[in-house]
């Protein structure tokens, strides 16, 4: 009676009675599709174009259309859409997130929407978390579209712009979330509209979506250039600290991730460098920066865990994959922090030149959609922040697979040992086990205890994707046992008895063969001799209960276990899965461990001797609760933070657009020149200084510093008139002066030249801006102190900033087109970027684009600065080059 009931009120079951009706309307036009010609079929992508011209929307479309597709994969894959991937199709459509379970074929799921809205002519984008998946779907689905008549582009890294551009031209493209971020950030820095690459944000399909947009929300995508910081500093801090004592010298708190130091701990430092006061900075550099960020380095981040060294470079390691980020760093002096502590080549720090969250950049879509097995445990985050909603799509098969409850041991040690042992039972009875680490130091430690026991074994290496892929889709023929880093390998299939495609093309290779170029005979011959094989040891398989998993910790986000437990039991398979854990995890440690080992105590068990019980299981999950709990509340903040910088972000951007694209720029930039006059005239002659004490002596040096020669105008031509009659007259010489320079220079001339210093400016001042947003981001929080909220003083005080950097902008462009001299060369200049080799923060490059060329004596970085601000040139109109 509750279990109907439940099913009664439950807005999910009637989400899912509402698909089915929809589904069985698909159903009505299957066999008239089945009776079209291959030719017939095709016509139908010109006929739906033709209808949507019409005025038919893609609602009205959309039950044909998927009957249309699923026939088209029946044809060029042999794989029919069921029932519950056309549902899993509508949610997407619907701009609404699809959880199905792993194996229940979510890459097919994706062409059903992808070609309804490719449509429209506005594109598609299908992003996945790596270049491997996004190569191989585009490949694997991409023979469906081209089938109907669609094009499909690719998105990886290294590709040239024509190919890049080509790519996103075509009506569905597929790639990473960060090849689409950074793309679009390159796009917005480039000088010419021609060298943009994308097209307007009309509707993605985002697979792994809990991944890429949860998981790696944390992280903001930026491109930076060079610094200039010295390197030295840091290889200091890192011979000091480890003489620091924790607790006497500094505080770690753990679950927090922050680590300060005492007031102990500030003047043992400064006794170690010999300087008065840590804070100041003209001593050198922001000496307390260098101190915090060799304190978080020693303390928080651990090699083998957050980082690996390899090749005498320190490469991050992604917490929720395991997978080697290379080329990614981290931010704000860290990564060189971790570089001087491990002793190995400091990489020059860098400055940010543009950056943006992957929350604000999804959110520029017009229609998103997800996928993925696990999102359910994290609705309330997608509605809240992205608009997104949760249907969860029932499985095509029951799911039968057993989970244990959780197997708490006293030590770590004592865990392992007991793994190995439940490993040592299956393999000898020919089950396939998966086990799951949370770091490359446990997978580590698991297989060397594996190889003392002589027993045979994969440890994934999640360097390359390709090579994941195979070891994964392998992970459940007889006897094997895979150790795999987390979610290693997430987005293959893990078929009881072995992959036959993966075998066919390993056979293939080991005769010499290449895959991608033996005929089609050939590959079948192969595939069906491999899967004779696969079928065998699939029944004895599923006779032994299936495939196996094991957790060796509870990872502090829930959907990461349901992930590697939803390895198993795919499509109806038997399956088991037992998570092992000890309290000296991470997880019980830091959350609600001390209860369970006062329980553990009382029962007077020994370190070997486990502890089972669903109330063990129901602890762990609150503890888990709580860190996704304070997870939620980290992103939500640095998304109340971005959104700050997101509005001036649009404003900028948009500007620079228009500048790209507009062919006369003449009275935006006499617009900007009336803003300065009556910016002087605030200054000089203010409104509330009667006229007689007014500086006309200083206006007119700062006249001539911004606008005209020297000696073109006098105090006589200033005095003796009211204020709006004097700037009446200076906006008026300001006019001719610039007609005159019009004639002097040619119009085309000063157009051009209009474009490409206003662009120069604006990116100098946002880089600028962006240091500075940064310096007021790290201090805000102790406003709290005096009773004031941080985010309202962040976003007051951002908006001045903002008012004073467009302020600069206007009076830096104006002085330099009033000011510039211009130098004939004998052959005009290429059209060229402004930045060459801009480096990423995910290993990328802004591509073949040369720099911008100087004319005249360069001017040092330590000169004062031509502008005549009184700065120094790095730290004016230099800042941001290199």
Same mark, same amino acid.
């Given at each position: 009676?509750?279990?109907?009931?439940?099913?009664?009120?439950?807005?999910?079951?009637?989400?899912?009675?509402?698909?089915?009706?929809?589904?069985?309307?698909?159903?009505?036009? %299957?066999?008239?599709?089945?009776?079209?010609?291959?030719?017939?079929?095709?016509?139908?992508?010109?006929?739906?174009?033709?209808?949507?011209?019409?005025? +038919?929307?893609?609602?009205?479309?959309?039950?044909?259309?998927?009957?249309?597709?699923?026939?088209?994969?029946?044809?060029?894959?042999?794989?029919?859409?069921?029932?519950?991937?056309?549902?899993?199709?509508?949610?997407?459509?619907?701009?609404?997130?699809?959880?199905?379970?792993?194996?229940?074929?979510?890459?097919?799921?994706?062409?059903?929407?992808?070609?309804?809205?490719?449509?429209?002519?506005?594109?598609?984008?299908?992003?996945?978390?790596?270049?491997?998946?996004?190569?191989?779907?585009?490949?694997?689905?991409?023979?469906?579209?081209?089938?109907?008549?669609?094009?499909?582009?690719?998105?990886?890294?290294?590709?040239?712009?024509?190919?890049?551009?080509?790519?996103?031209?075509?009506?569905?493209?597929?790639?990473?979330?960060?090849?689409?971020?950074?793309?679009?950030?390159?796009?917005?820095?480039?000088?010419?509209?021609?060298?943009?690459?994308?097209? @307007?944000?009309?509707?993605?399909?985002?697979? +792994?979506?809990?991944?890429?947009?949860?998981?790696?929300?944390?992280?903001?995508?930026?491109?930076?250039?060079?610094?200039?910081?010295?390197?030295?500093?840091?290889?200091?801090? !890192?011979?000091?600290?480890?003489?620091?004592?924790?607790?006497?010298?500094?505080?770690?708190? %753990?679950? !927090?991730?922050?680590?300060?130091?005492?007031?102990?701990?500030?003047?043992? *430092?400064?006794?170690?460098?010999?300087?008065?006061?840590?804070?100041?900075?003209?001593?050198?550099?922001?000496?307390?920066?260098?101190?915090?960020?060799?304190?978080?380095?020693?303390?928080?981040?651990?090699?083998?865990?957050?980082?690996?060294?390899?090749?005498?470079?320190?490469?991050?390691?992604?917490?929720?994959?395991?997978?080697?980020?290379?080329?990614?760093?981290?931010?704000?002096?860290?990564?060189?922090?971790?570089?001087?502590?491990?002793?190995?080549?400091?990489?020059?720090?860098?400055?940010?030149?543009?950056?943006?969250?992957?929350?604000?950049?999804?959110?520029?879509?017009?229609?998103?959609?997800?996928?993925?097995?696990?999102?359910?445990?994290?609705?309330? %985050?997608?509605?809240?922040?992205?608009?997104?909603? *949760?249907?969860?799509?029932?499985?095509?098969?029951?799911? &039968?697979?057993?989970?244990?409850? @959780?197997?708490?041991?006293?030590?770590?040690?004592?865990?392992?040992?007991?793994?190995?042992?439940?490993?040592?039972?299956?393999?000898?009875?020919?089950?396939?086990?998966?086990?799951?680490?949370?770091?490359?130091?446990?997978?580590?430690?698991?297989?060397?205890?594996?190889?003392?026991?002589? &027993?045979?074994?994969?440890?994934?290496?999640?360097?390359?994707?390709?090579?994941?892929?195979?070891?994964?889709?392998?992970?459940?023929?007889?006897?094997?046992?895979?150790?795999?880093?987390?979610?290693?390998?997430?987005?293959? /299939?893990?078929?009881?008895?072995?992959?036959?495609?993966?075998?066919?093309?390993?056979?293939?290779?080991?005769?010499?063969?290449?895959?991608?170029?033996?005929?089609?005979?050939?590959?079948?011959?192969?595939?069906?001799?491999?899967?004779?094989?696969?079928?065998?040891?699939?029944?004895?398989?599923?006779?032994?209960?299936?495939?196996?998993?094991?957790?060796?910790?509870?990872?502090?986000?829930?959907?990461?276990?349901?992930?590697?437990?939803?390895?198993?039991?795919?499509?109806?398979?038997?399956?088991?899965?037992?998570?092992?854990?000890?309290?000296?995890?991470?997880?019980?440690?830091?959350?609600?461990?001390?209860?369970?080992?006062?329980?553990? @105590?009382?029962?007077?068990?020994?370190?070997?001797?486990?502890?089972?019980?669903?109330?063990?299981?129901?602890?762990?999950?609150?503890?888990?609760?709580?860190?996704? !709990?304070?997870?939620?509340?980290?992103?939500?903040?640095?998304?109340?933070? /971005?959104?700050?910088?997101?509005?001036?972000? +649009?404003?900028?951007?948009?500007?620079?657009?228009? *500048?790209?694209?507009?062919?006369?720029?003449?009275?935006?930039?006499?617009?900007?020149?009336?803003?300065?006059?009556?910016?002087?005239?605030?200054?000089?002659?203010?409104?509330?200084?009667?006229?007689?004490?007014?500086?006309?002596?200083?206006?007119?040096?700062?006249?001539?510093?911004?606008?005209?020669?020297?000696?073109?105008?006098?105090?006589?031509?200033?005095?003796?008139?009211?204020?709006?009659?004097?700037?009446?007259?200076?906006?008026?010489?300001?006019?001719?002066?610039? !007609?005159?320079?019009?004639?002097?220079?040619?119009?085309?001339?000063?157009?051009?030249?209009?474009?490409?210093?206003?662009?120069?400016?604006?990116?100098?001042?946002?880089?600028?801006?962006?240091?500075?947003?940064?310096?007021?981001?790290?201090?805000?929080?102790?406003?709290?102190?005096?009773?004031?909220?941080?985010? *309202?003083?962040?976003?007051? +005080?951002?908006?001045?900033?903002?008012?004073?950097?467009?302020?600069?902008?206007?009076?830096?462009?104006?002085?330099?087109?009033?000011?510039?001299?211009?130098?004939?060369?004998?052959?005009?200049? %290429?059209?060229?970027?402004?930045?060459?080799?801009?480096?990423?923060?995910?290993?990328?490059?802004?591509?073949?684009?040369?720099?911008?060329?100087?004319?005249?004596?360069?001017?040092?970085?330590?000169?004062?600065?031509?502008?005549?601000?009184?700065?120094?040139?790095?730290?004016?109109?230099?800042?941001?080059?290199?």
């Amino acid at each position: 009676m509750i279990g109907l009931l439940k099913k009664i009120f439950d807005d999910n079951e009637r989400e899912v009675r509402k698909l089915a009706r929809q589904v069985e309307e698909v159903n009505a036009y %299957e066999p008239q599709v089945q009776a079209l010609s291959d030719e017939a079929l095709k016509g139908k992508t010109t006929e739906f174009k033709e209808r949507l011209a019409a005025g +038919e929307t893609l609602e009205d479309l959309l039950p044909e259309a998927f009957a249309v597709v699923r026939e088209a994969s029946r044809r060029t894959l042999g794989l029919r859409h069921f029932d519950e991937q056309i549902m899993g199709g509508i949610v997407l459509h619907q701009g609404r997130i699809a959880e199905m379970k792993t194996g229940e074929g979510k890459t097919l799921v994706a062409t059903l929407p992808a070609y309804l809205n490719a449509l429209t002519g506005r594109g598609v984008h299908i992003v996945t978390v790596n270049d491997y998946l996004a190569k191989r779907d585009s490949e694997w689905m991409g023979a469906v579209y081209k089938f109907l008549g669609l094009s499909v582009g690719l998105i990886v890294h290294d590709l040239d712009f024509a190919a890049r551009r080509r790519a996103y031209s075509a009506d569905i493209t597929y790639g990473t979330n960060n090849e689409f971020g950074f793309d679009y950030l390159r796009d917005n820095m480039v000088l010419y509209k021609e060298q943009m690459v994308q097209r @307007d944000f009309n509707y993605a399909i985002v697979d +792994e979506v809990d991944s890429i947009l949860i998981d790696e929300a944390r992280t903001p995508l930026i491109i930076s250039g060079q610094g200039e910081q010295s390197t030295d500093l840091y290889y200091k801090f !890192a011979r000091i600290v480890p003489h620091l004592k924790p607790e006497e010298d500094y505080t770690v708190d %753990e679950k !927090a991730r922050t680590v300060a130091p005492t007031e102990a701990g500030v003047a043992k *430092v400064e006794r170690m460098l010999g300087v008065p006061n840590l804070y100041d900075e003209s001593l050198g550099g922001d000496l307390a920066h260098y101190l915090m960020q060799a304190l978080r380095a020693h303390t928080l981040m651990q090699r083998d865990r957050d980082y690996v060294v390899k090749d005498g470079q320190v490469i991050i390691v992604d917490e929720f994959t395991g997978r080697l980020m290379f080329g990614r760093r981290y931010s704000d002096g860290l990564h060189q922090a971790i570089e001087a502590k491990e002793g190995v080549k400091i990489e020059t720090e860098s400055q940010t030149l543009a950056r943006i969250t992957f929350q604000n950049f999804f959110r520029m879509y017009k229609k998103l959609a997800g996928m993925t097995g696990t999102a359910a445990t994290e609705e309330d %985050e997608f509605r809240k922040i992205y608009g997104l909603d *949760v249907v969860v799509i029932p499985t095509h098969e029951p799911m &039968i697979r057993v989970d244990h409850p @959780d197997v708490v041991y006293k030590t770590e040690a004592a865990k392992f040992n007991a793994v190995a042992d439940e490993i040592a039972e299956c393999h000898k009875r020919g089950q396939p086990v998966l086990v799951g680490t949370i770091s490359i130091e446990k997978s580590e430690r698991l297989s060397a205890l594996l190889k003392r026991r002589g &027993i045979p074994h994969q440890v994934l290496n999640a360097k390359y994707h390709e090579k994941e892929a195979e070891i994964v889709a392998q992970a459940g023929r007889l006897g094997a046992v895979t150790i795999a880093t987390n979610m290693a390998g997430r987005g293959t /299939d893990i078929l009881l008895g072995g992959n036959p495609d993966f075998l066919t093309r390993a056979e293939l290779v080991r005769q010499g063969k290449d895959p991608q170029e033996v005929d089609r005979e050939t590959y079948q011959a192969v595939y069906q001799e491999m899967k004779k094989k696969t079928d065998a040891e699939h029944e004895q398989v599923v006779a032994l209960g299936g495939l196996h998993i094991i957790g060796t910790e509870r990872h502090e986000a829930r959907r990461i276990d349901n992930q590697l437990r939803g390895r198993s039991g795919r499509q109806g398979d038997p399956g088991s899965s037992r998570f092992y854990l000890s309290l000296e995890d991470d997880l019980l440690r830091l959350f609600g461990g001390d209860n369970i080992s006062k329980i553990m @105590d009382r029962l007077g068990l020994e370190e070997d001797q486990p502890i089972e019980h669903n109330l063990l299981s129901r602890a762990v999950e609150n503890a888990q609760k709580k860190v996704e !709990a304070k997870n939620f509340d980290i992103r939500k903040q640095l998304l109340e933070y /971005d959104d700050v910088m997101n509005t001036q972000r +649009e404003v900028i951007y948009q500007q620079r657009r228009e *500048v790209l694209t507009s062919e006369n720029l003449r009275d935006t930039i006499l617009t900007m020149a009336r803003a300065v006059i009556d910016d002087l005239l605030t200054t000089y002659c203010s409104e509330h200084v009667v006229p007689d004490e007014w500086d006309l002596k200083g206006l007119l040096t700062a006249l001539e510093q911004t606008f005209f020669p020297p000696r073109m105008l006098s105090e006589a031509d200033l005095s003796g008139k009211t204020r709006a009659e004097l700037g009446d007259f200076l906006k008026e010489k300001a006019e001719a002066f610039y !007609a005159a320079r019009e004639a002097e220079m040619g119009l085309e001339t000063l157009r051009e030249l209009e474009r490409v210093v206003l662009l120069r400016v604006v990116d100098s001042k946002w880089m600028e801006h962006l240091d500075n947003m940064d310096d007021l981001r790290e201090g805000i929080g102790l406003r709290a102190y005096g009773q004031h909220d941080p985010l *309202v003083e962040y976003k007051r +005080e951002a908006y001045e900033m903002f008012q004073g950097m467009v302020a600069r902008i206007q009076e830096d462009a104006v002085r330099y087109l009033y000011k510039v001299r211009v130098e004939k060369e004998r052959r005009a200049p %290429e059209r060229r970027s402004a930045f060459r080799n801009v480096s990423t923060n995910a290993g990328d490059e802004s591509g073949p684009r040369q720099p911008f060329r100087r004319q005249g004596k360069k001017i040092g970085r330590n000169d004062p600065c031509p502008c005549g601000s009184g700065k120094k040139y790095k730290k004016c109109c230099g800042r941001g080059q290199v």
